[in-house]
Every structure is written in structure tokens, then in C-alpha cells.
């Protein structure tokens, strides 16, 4: 079970810091991701790491703004977002792939656990 949290409303260059927990399993030992989706759009990838946090990737529109981390001791994934935009509103969500690691980390289908989603809105 993965339990996404920290959204929020804010301005325009401002920062918010996505949590996800895990529980009920071992997801240390898989890669995680962040995505998406804003209304009347298709669930977006922001974000991966792998099992091991040795190896991040992020969708072009985010580099140099957003940063995945991992604590596999505590079980949790954060998402830190600095310098937000506008185009950044989306609800997001985290999820968990049962590989350790995936050259198919874009892909939605790569994840088989998800959680509920975190409404992030950030005003101009």
C-alpha cells in the first residue's frame, strides 16, 4: 500500500515536497516513480529511482526543478519540488514496480501498486 502526501496550494517559484509511504511489503527492493496528470489529461511520468537510489530519472519539463529521493529504511519516497510553474497543477501520484530497476520507467504499466494521489496546485 503507498500513501502519497504533502500537496498543496502554492505561488507561482515556490517549492512543496511530496511524501510517499510504503507498507505491506518490500518495496525497497523496487524502483519507484511519480506521475501526474493534470484534468483532461493522461497521467504523466515526473520521476523514477531505482531500488538502490543509484539511478534517477526525470521528465525534461522538471529537471534541475525536482528531486527523487528514497529512505529504504523508512520505507518512504519523496518527490522535492522547487521553482514550481503553473503547468506543474496536476494530482500526483507514486507508485511501485516490482522490478529493482526498468528501462520502461515512463510507462504506467511498469507500476503495479499506487497510491491514492496528491492535489498540487500552484497559482501565477
Known amino acids: 500500500q503507498l500513501q502519497a502526501s504533502g500537496g498543496g496550494l502554492v505561488q507561482a517559484g515556490g517549492s512543496l515536497r511530496l511524501s510517499c509511504a510504503a507498507s505491506g511489503g518490500t518495496f525497497s527492493r523496487y524502483m519507484m516513480g511519480w506521475f501526474r496528470q493534470a484534468p483532461g489529461k493522461e497521467r504523466e511520468f515526473v520521476a523514477t529511482i531505482s531500488w538502490n537510489g543509484f539511478m534517477t530519472y526525470y521528465v525534461d519539463s522538471v529537471k534541475g526543478r525536482f528531486t527523487i529521493s528514497r529512505d529504504n529504511a523508512k520505507n518512504m519516497v519523496n518527490l522535492q519540488m522547487n521553482t514550481l510553474k503553473p503547468e506543474d497543477t496536476a494530482v500526483y501520484y507514486c507508485?511501485?514496480?516490482?522490478?529493482?530497476?526498468?528501462?520502461?520507467?515512463?510507462?504506467?504499466?511498469?507500476?503495479?501498486?499506487w497510491g491514492q494521489g496528491t492535489q498540487v496546485t500552484v497559482s501565477s
Open positions: 507508485a511501485a514496480s516490482l522490478r529493482p530497476y526498468s528501462t520502461t520507467y515512463t510507462n504506467t504499466e511498469e507500476y503495479a501498486y
